[in-house]
Every structure is written in structure tokens, then in C-alpha cells.
């Protein structure tokens, strides 16, 4: 038998961070040394939405679901003994990408790093934070300066690194089908190009440079021949975009680049086991066609849907990529799907109406255009409410959720309060602290000059990464530089989608929502209050408002008032509006970890305001509930405070919820029961 020349495999990488700077560093180190190829860091929430650790947004965030890095001494720790110039290193980061680049610039230079050696990826996709991560800053134009004056800078200064990874990983999250993926990416990138090209920092004759530093960051599901062909479509179209649009002779700069993690919303709580075949297939939709293969791949660990994963199930996610890489014969062959006519045909269909999407938007004005007028948001919770009601109908199957439910004992998680990984509750006072060294010990009138040369440049048209290199070098924290540049750019509230939205599940006669409508109308009417109002709130820094979306339009169909003003509130904010807005129910949605800071906070204040769930008779009690990524042991603390009742994942019934809230509002009110079937 011929021997086959086999290819490279691509990066393996885990997204990883956690607690400190110093505790991430010792995970990194050890992910290297069991083999893995690249690193892909997770920032905590302050970082990745500008705030510093001492921020009372930043209350019960700090190192939740990545690490904090607040400053320079942050991010040498975070790199200690990892050399950089052998490294290739992704971050996931967007509104603060600029001021990560820099720190990690700085860090390099003390290594001694020539920055030409330099490789790796910022995220800086600002468009998707809009419409399904949470955790833009800026208002779109002055964030697609931000990214105009990164991509120009590295390009002429960090000429390997890939300054921008256009990210429709959160979309199919929110709900995105793949033709919406496609479509919605491809005009970021067609915003992004032409917004660098029209800036003037760019001659003509460099322009395959910056085309071909272009990277993508995608989502692969569980459909993974339908996954692989949107992965081709994906490449054909870019390759045309960039030939057409942008005359790019080079097909070496044309070449569609994408890393990927694969489909974190398809891992279920029920029956975690299952995650991992579901992994293993969603990892064959972006390895198995070698003319779209991709360059890099990150695997969610199996029990992600219950908290975070521990060292080991990190392990074990990579351990899977090194076998299909190192022991599968995958490598040695050429496309196995050439010549296909499914996939061709598959491929074709996805072409067409990814391109017509794309010139629809381009009517509009172009993705940042789309982005304002609420359209892109619209559609994705839309897209996203059809597909939780199919799940709800049973039509689209999931094992262990919806079908096939019944289980054996599983000894993975016989002991959930082990099974996964918790942060230390004392870890953010050190952080705090450590922080307040800092600024005490550096020089405060360098720091100081920085900041005022940053918002200078701001206010004017020039290049923000050299002052924004200045004010790492200088000291100056994630906190100071973002509030300089809010100073000068404002903040933006994202388009929420929920009142645009259409109706996704009928209200016919004998349906589930039907009853659960009636169950509304009748405890409005016994409460004599019209309709019943529902406020929906994010509190703290978790901008996954995917779930709180889908609860605030079920609501709404089921004859609801809903009361949601989007993510990133305190818990003094939601009390207010709550209060304000006479309210029958808090729900609160918290997927980072910081249920048990900010939960206790709101029942504290609506009980010093007269209206906590545990009210006194003749009180009007206010009762809260909480949805989220909740280990066991925290839903019965929750409880055992005054929390109603608790939604985790496994709750995949939204109709269901909304009865359970109704059961809950006539508790509170001291209501009969309502033996409604629902």
C-alpha cells in the first residue's frame, strides 16, 4: 500500500482562565504539556466590558468565567514562562481588544519578542456583541474605529497576527440558522474591509496584506454534514467577496481561515454523558473536508452545562482531538467530499441565500446599518424562539431532554458539587487588593499623561493603539483606559429584539400556551391589575441574553406585560424598575456564576422596600425567580434566601416556565391554586 504524505493538524487549543492571573498560568502550562498546540484565553467579564475589579458591576464577576486582567503586572503573570514568540495565542476578547493587544505587546517586548514573530488572534468582533454576546462598549461607529486602527497597526507592526476573527460562533448561540451565520458574518467583514480601506492607513497595494490577516471564529452543531457544507459555502463565498469586491488576485490571501469551538448551546444538563458524542460529531463537521478544514479547534468540555470544567474534563476534550489527529487516518487523504452532488447541491443552496441575505443587508446600509435599526437582532431572536419551539413540540429531538429520557444512575455526576470546578468567593477581595497596589505603587503622572494623550487621539482621527501601547506601558488599568475612551465615544444600549419579535408558538384552543394564557388572564382579573407585568433582568456583567429573551417573548404571548431593558443592570437598577413598574414577578437571568452575590443582593433590597417574597399579610410580595447555570447546591442556598424557584437548563419547557411564574404569583398573593393543565 502507497503511504500517504499526511497534513498538518490543526492548532488544538482549550479556552481557558480562571480566578488570577497566576492560577490561569499554571493551567496554561499544564494544557501545554499534555500537548495541546495553542492557547485560547478567557478573560473574566469586567475585562472583556472595561471595568476594574473594585466596579460595583464588577461584584461577583471578578475571575468567574475567565481571568482578570486589570493591568500590565496582570498580564505578565498571566504569560510567566510561556514564551511568546513560540506561542500561538487566541483571545477572546472585543470591546477591550485593543487594550489586550497591548498589554500582550508590552508583555512580548519585556520577553524580548521581536513583534514581527508575534502570532495569534484578537477576537474584535464588535458586531456579534451587539447582537447575542453582551459585551460591546462603545456605540458601533467609534468601535469600528477601534477595530479600523488595530487591523491597520498590525498589519504594519505585528504583521502575523490576525488582528480581527469575525465571530458567528455567538449567532448560532442566538439562534442564527446557517444561512444567517453566513450572511451575517460576511457583511461584518465587508463592513470591516471597507471601513480600513476607507481610512486612508492602507495604500492600495497592500491590501492582500490586510485581506489575508482576515480570520473567522465559528460554531459547528450537531447537524455536521449540514455544518461541513455551510463550512465550504463559507469559503466559496469569501473567496468571491474578496476577488470581486476587493480585487484579490492572490488566492493564498483569499483563503477563508477560521478557528472554531463546537456548539456549546447543544450540551445538555440532562444526561451530560451525551455531550460527548454530540462533541465528537460537531468536531467532524470542521476536520473532515480538507478544502475546509479548520486552521484551529477548541472543544467545550462535556459538563459545561453544569459549571465550569475542571482540568481533567479539559483534558479530555483535547485528549478527543489528538485522537482523531494522531491515530484516525483523516490526515491522508485528499477532500473526501469532491465530486459529492449532495454536498455540491447542499453547498449551492447555502450560497444562494447566504448572497441574498447579504445584498439585503447591504440595502440597508450595510452591517453596522442593520446592527441600529434592530433588523440582524430581530431576526436572530426570531430564528432562536422557532427552534426552542420545535424543541418544546418535540420536532427537533434532543436525547436525554426531549426524547429518551429515562437514565441509569451516572456516576460522572454522583457527586455534582465535585463534578465541576467552583471559584474560591475570597478570590475577588485578592484581585481588589492586588489592584489597589498597583495603582498605588506605579508612577501616577505617567499614568495620568497617558490617559489624557489617549482621549486626545480619541477626540481627533488619528491611530488609537500607539497612545493606547503608551498607556500599558504607563500603568494605566482596563477600568481608566475603557472610561477614557466612554468619556470621549459614549456607551451604547444594544437593540433588545423582544418587542419585534413575532409570535413563535400558537395560542389555539387546547394548546399548552393557551392554557397557560388563560391561567395569566384569570390572576390578572382576581388581582384587579389589568395584566399581570413581568420584569426580566440581567444583573451584573453576563451578557448571554439569549434565555432571557426567549422567556420575556414567551411572556409577552402568553398576555404578559414584560418589562426587559437588556443586560448589564445592578441590582439596585432592576429593584428600582421593579418597584417602579409595580411589578407581580422578578425573573433574573445570571449564566456567569455570579447567582450568588447579586440574587441575595435583589431580595435584600426589595425586602428593606417592603416587597420581598417573604412579605408580611397585607403586603403586595414581589416573589423571584432565577434562571441560569446553577449548580444544585446553589439552587437550595437560593431557595433557603427567598428565591421562588430556580431554572437551569434541564427546564427546556418555556411555556412551562411562564405557568410556573403565574403558580408563583398567585402563592405569593395567597390565591388558590389553579389546577390548569399546562
Known amino acids: 500500500m502507497t503511504e500517504r504524505q499526511k497534513d498538518r493538524p490543526w492548532l488544538m487549543r482549550t479556552y481557558a482562565g480562571h480566578s488570577t492571573a497566576e492560577a490561569s498560568n499554571e493551567l496554561y502550562r499544564r494544557n501545554l504539556a499534555k500537548g495541546q498546540t495553542g492557547l485560547s484565553v478567557a478573560f473574566d467579564l469586567p475585562t472583556q466590558t472595561g471595568y476594574d475589579p473594585d466596579h460595583i458591576l464588577a461584584r461577583g464577576e471578578v475571575g468567574r468565567v475567565g481571568v482578570p486582567v486589570s493591568h500590565l503586572g496582570d498580564m505578565r503573570r498571566l504569560f510567566q514562562d510561556i514564551p511568546l514568540d513560540r506561542m500561538n495565542t487566541s483571545m477572546t476578547i472585543n470591546a477591550t481588544a485593543m487594550w489586550l493587544l497591548a498589554l500582550y505587546q508590552v508583555v512580548a517586548e519585556e520577553q524580548g519578542v521581536d513583534l514581527g514573530q508575534l502570532q495569534g488572534t484578537t477576537q474584535n468582533d464588535i458586531v456579534k456583541e451587539y447582537l447575542s454576546r ?38 448560532q448561540e442566538a439562534g442564527a440558522t446557517p444561512v444567517q451565520e453566513i450572511s451575517y458574518a460576511m457583511s461584518t467583514a465587508i463592513a470591516v474591509l471597507d471601513a480600513v480601506f476607507a481610512s486612508g492607513q492602507i495604500p492600495d497595494d497592500r491590501r492582500g496584506d490586510v485581506v489575508g490577516r482576515i480570520s473567522f471564529f465559528v460554531n459547528a452543531g450537531v447537524r455536521f454534514i449540514e455544518e461541513m457544507c455551510k463550512m465550504r459555502a463559507f469559503s466559496r463565498i469569501w473567496d468571491q467577496v474578496t476577488r470581486e469586491r476587493y480585487g484579490i488576485d492572490n488566492p493564498k490571501q483569499r483563503r477563508f481561515r477560521y478557528g472554531v469551538q463546537v456548539n456549546s448551546l447543544g450540551l445538555t444538563e440532562a444526561q451530560p454523558e451525551n455531550n460527548v458524542q454530540r462533541i465528537v460529531l460537531e468536531m467532524l463537521a470542521v476536520t473532515l473536508s480538507k478544502d475546509a478544514r479548520a486552521r484551529a479547534v477548541q472543544l467545550p468540555a462535556w459538563n459545561e452545562a453544569l459549571g465550569l470544567p475542571r482540568p ?6 483535547l485528549r478527543i482531538q489528538q485522537v482523531l489527529a494522531h491515530e484516525s487516518d483523516l490526515l491522508e487523504y485528499e477532500d473526501i467530499f469532491a465530486g459529492s ?13 447566504s448572497l441574498a441575505e447579504m445584498d439585503r443587508i447591504e440595502e440597508m446600509g450595510g452591517a453596522m446599518a442593520a446592527v441600529e435599526s434592530g433588523y440582524l437582532k430581530s431576526r436572530l431572536v426570531s430564528s432562536h424562539a422557532e427552534r426552542r419551539a420545535r424543541i418544546e413540540a418535540g420536532e427537533e429531538k434532543i436525547i436525554g431532554v426531549n426524547i429518551f429520557q429515562s437514565t441509569e444512575e451516572n456516576p460522572l455526576t454522583a457527586d455534582l458539587d465535585t463534578a465541576i470546578m467552583t471559584v474560591d468567593p475570597a478570590n475577588e477581595a485578592r484581585v481588589v487588593a492586588k489592584l489597589h497596589e498597583w495603582r498605588a505603587d506605579r508612577d501616577e503622572i505617567r499614568a495620568t499623561d497617558a490617559l489624557t494623550a489617549l482621549k486626545k487621539t480619541a477626540a481627533g482621527t488619528g491611530n488609537l493603539m500607539a497612545a493606547t501601547v503608551e498607556c500599558a506601558r ?24 423582544v418587542s419585534s419579535a413575532p409570535v413563535a408558538v400558537a395560542a389555539e384552543p387546547g394548546t399548552p400556551l393557551a392554557a397557560v394564557r388563560a391561567k395569566v388572564s384569570r390572576t390578572a382579573a382576581e388581582l384587579g391589575c389589568g395584566r399581570l407585568r413581568l420584569l426580566v433582568g440581567k444583573p451584573g456583567l453576563d451578557g448571554h441574553s439569549n434565555g432571557a429573551e426567549q422567556i420575556a417573548v414567551r411572556a409577552r404571548d402568553a398576555g404578559f406585560e414584560v418589562v426587559y431593558q437588556g443586560i448589564r443592570l445592578t441590582p439596585e437598577q432592576i429593584v428600582s424598575a421593579a418597584l417602579a413598574e409595580d411589578v407581580h414577578c422578578v425573573g433574573l437571568s445570571i449564566l456567569s456564576g455570579s447567582h450568588a452575590e447579586l440574587v441575595p443582593d435583589v431580595l435584600e433590597r426589595l425586602g428593606r422596600a417592603g416587597a420581598a417574597p417573604s412579605g408580611a399579610p397585607g403586603e403586595s410580595p414581589i416573589p423571584v425567580i432565577v434562571g441560569g447555570i446553577i449548580p444544585n447546591a446553589d439552587a437550595t442556598a437560593l431557595k433557603a434566601a427567598g428565591v421562588a424557584a430556580v431554572f437551569t437548563p434541564k427546564d427546556f419547557g418555556i411555556t412551562e416556565i411562564i405557568g410556573r411564574i403565574v403558580d408563583e404569583i398567585r402563592k405569593a398573593n395567597r390565591l388558590d391554586p389553579l389546577e390548569v393543565p399546562v
Open 312 to 317: 481533567w474534563d479539559q483534558q479530555w476534550s
Open 474 to 497: 504607563a500603568g494605566v488599568t482596563t477600568g481608566e483606559w475603557s472610561w477614557a475612551l466612554r468619556d470621549v465615544f459614549g456607551e451604547f444600549r444594544a437593540p433588545t429584539g
Open 341 to 353: 452532488h449532495v454536498i455540491e447541491a447542499t453547498v449551492a443552496g447555502l450560497v444562494k441565500e
Open 134 to 171: 453582551g459585551t460591546h462598549v462603545f456605540p458601533p461607529v467609534p468601535s469600528l474605529r477601534l477595530t479600523t486602527d488595530m487591523i491597520t497597526y498590525t498589519v504594519n507592526h505585528i504583521p502575523k497576527w490576525n488582528p480581527i476573527n469575525i465571530c458567528s460562533y455567538h449567532l
